[in-house]
């Protein structure tokens, strides 16, 4: 399973961005993905949960950015995205997607959120 995520970008505060991560592989599915999801890293290469979403809808999100951020899917296309709105500076940094797949996990390449002030 291959993940490309896209939609990173600088934006000042207050501003938006969209992600998005797609799903690809000849092994891929329509109901082979189970949990999706959105990953900040830290300092210490740590990778902390921002958003997930079960393959039937139900979100999860850290308290950081509950009501500014909104993750959905679109099951047909093997595709998550991160609507982030109200950004602000805490929230810079390379943002993985994530999927799992008969209880393996896949990594996406990172993409970059710059927030300035």
């Known amino acids: 399973v291959q993940l490309q995520a896209s939609g990173g970008g600088s934006v000042q505060t207050g501003g938006s961005l969209r992600l998005s991560c797609v799903a690809s592989?000849?092994?891929?599915?329509?109901?082979?993905?189970?949990?999706m999801g959105w990953y900040r890293q830290v300092p210490g290469n740590q990778r902390d949960l921002v958003a997930s979403?079960?393959?039937?809808?139900?979100?999860a999100y850290a308290n950081s950015v509950k009501g500014r951020f909104t993750i959905s899917r679109d099951n047909a296309k093997n595709t998550v995205y991160l609507q982030m709105n109200s950004l602000n500076p805490e929230d810079t940094g390379p943002y993985y997607c994530?999927?799992?797949?008969?209880?393996?996990?896949?990594w996406g390449q990172g993409t970059l959120v710059t927030v300035s002030s």
């Open positions: 592989g000849s092994i891929v599915s329509a109901d082979s993905i189970s949990d």
């Open positions: 979403i079960s393959r039937g809808g139900t979100a």
């Open positions: 994530d999927a799992q797949r008969f209880g393996v996990r896949y």
